[in-house]
């Protein structure tokens, strides 16, 4: 009897008395369901680095790294991945030339101009462009942007770098203006009303008060963004082109990292082969470049958390 | 410059930026509705695709993503809800095996989705000989939403007040009995928003499920076990064909895909506010 216990003295006894083998039960399933996403990391790395590593006993780590040539198929086949890379980081530039100037804008303009009313508005607005799927981008690049920068003289191939940058700018940038304005509308407002009373005007606020306050997670913003564009896939494979070439034009075709792996994917390749094994070594770099950018993004959102909550 | 000025233009500035994201977002829907309204007709919706754009439509694809839908609802739902109930209820905070799996879900969220589609050629397509199979499509489809249910449901969870918690342990009530029937009801309209959310991710997403195989020319209405394409494949299928016809197909096509996603947004702005609740 509990009341004995107490009575002799003791520590009143908190425990179930017998075992409950139900609950047990029900937490060992719960915690099966979080292990999936374990086993799915754990999938992601065996899928990717087992193949690339027999990839690379077949062909040298340096050469892949280094080579400005890329034609797996081709007879001698050469395996630099440098013109992928290189696409994939001239679109990026492009994307983020756009995005993040628009982006920080935006953000700025929700956050310190906005009314509460017309934030609760405009904000879910501007991130429902951020919820259409990336196939419609690509059309979009492919059909009125191609067309449009035409019509202004200026000379792109039907699959060019720049119409695909151009979208996927306008793709992302509704990503940095929400998360630069969540950092933003973190920053105590006692910063604000400081710089108001020493005489401040709007813009000084923003630009010397709210923007270097909120900048980590200004910076985390931008840095999802280039992992996003990164590893976006259809607007390049639509838009973009399959011509895996070493070039700093933009108006030309060229073939994203992302690009290579779904058109090769796509295909009836033979497992095992060289080819099929491609797929593995460049999604594996993709995966190294994203995971360093997303671990870096995620320190600092974390960071600018711990300061002003 | 006075300070006068240089506000009214700073402002000019800020708000010609929200200007340029809301104005691509009209010329888009224009541009689609444009090219594509002409051929949004029954035959997209109840023909299989064809070589010639006049009788060509997308029936396959609309049954596969529902069927695919269907079945990730029914994957993702209750294991991104048992793992945000492990990670809010069960989990304790300080043991390094739980953080570990914290961030290991952040970190998932923002891993390409084409690398999903590595796993399932890898895993799913070659490794287990499931083929090139719709069941394949669901699978993956699930593991790449499937942080952002737990995420949801884990805010779902959390913005239940201890207080409800409380109350049922003084009556005497066990863990999974609090959780059974008190936490995870009052949880329900965040689960569902979110989970709906997700299901909208999924049905647009087409990068992963090109890898699992399903840039195929399909004719016939698709199984669960058999080959299949995706309303978003479908769009990318009539979209790499040469004639200026199947673009504007292809732009009908969109039309339809944004449709369900709309229907599926609004569907969860509505359970959201409806039941909506202060405590």
Known sequence: MAASDITAGAEPRLRAQRRRFGEDVVKGLLFVCALISVATTVGIVIALFIPAFEFFQEVSIIDFLTGTTWAPLFEPAHFGVLPLIGGTLLVTLIASMVAMPLGLGAAIYLSEYASPRARGILKPALETLAGIPTIVFGYFALTFMTALLRDIGIEVDIFNTLSAGLVMGVMLMPIIASLSEDAMGAVPRELRDGAYALGSTKVQVATRIVVPAAVSGIIASFVLAISRAVGETMIVLVAMGQQPKLTFDPREAAEAMTAFIAATGAGDVPTGSIEYKTIFAVGATLFVLTLVMNVFAIRLVRKYREVYE | ?279
């Open chain 2, 1 to 279: 410059m006075s300070r006068r000025l240089k506000g009214v233009l700073f402002r000019g500035l800020l708000l010609f930026s929200l200007l340029v994201g809301f104005s691509m977002l009209i010329v888009l829907l224009v541009d689609v509705f444009r090219d594509g309204l002409p051929y949004l007709d029954m035959a997209l919706l109840t023909n299989p695709p064809s070589s010639d754009p006049e009788i060509a439509g997308a029936r396959p694809a609309i049954l596969a993503t529902l069927y695919m839908g269907i079945l990730l609802l029914i994957f993702v739902v209750p294991l991104g809800v048992g793992t945000a109930l492990y990670l809010e209820e069960y989990a304790d905070k300080t043991r390094w095996y739980n953080r570990l799996l914290e961030i290991n879900i952040q970190n998932l969220a923002a891993v390409p989705s084409i690398v999903y589609g590595i796993l399932g050629l890898a895993f799913l397509v070659r490794g287990l000989g499931l083929g090139r199979v719709l069941l394949a499509g669901a699978m993956i489809l699930t593991l790449l939403v499937l942080p952002t249910v737990i995420i949801a449901a884990r805010e779902a969870i959390r913005s239940v007040p201890d207080s409800i918690r409380q109350g049922a342990y003084a009556l005497g009530a066990t863990q999974w009995q609090v959780v059974s029937r008190q936490v995870l009801p009052a949880a329900i309209p965040g689960i569902a928003t979110g989970s709906i959310l997700a299901l909208a991710r999924a049905i647009g997403e087409t990068a992963p499920l090109i890898l699992i195989g399903a840039v195929t020319y399909i004719s016939f209405d698709p199984t669960i076990l058999g080959p299949f394409t995706a309303l978003p494949i479908q769009i990318y299928s009539f979209l790499r064909l040469p004639q200026e016809e199947f673009k504007l197909l292809a732009a009908a096509s969109i039309i339809v895909l944004l449709v369900i996603l709309l229907t599926l947004n609004a569907f969860a702005i509505y359970i959201r506010n409806k039941y909506r609740r202060t405590w």
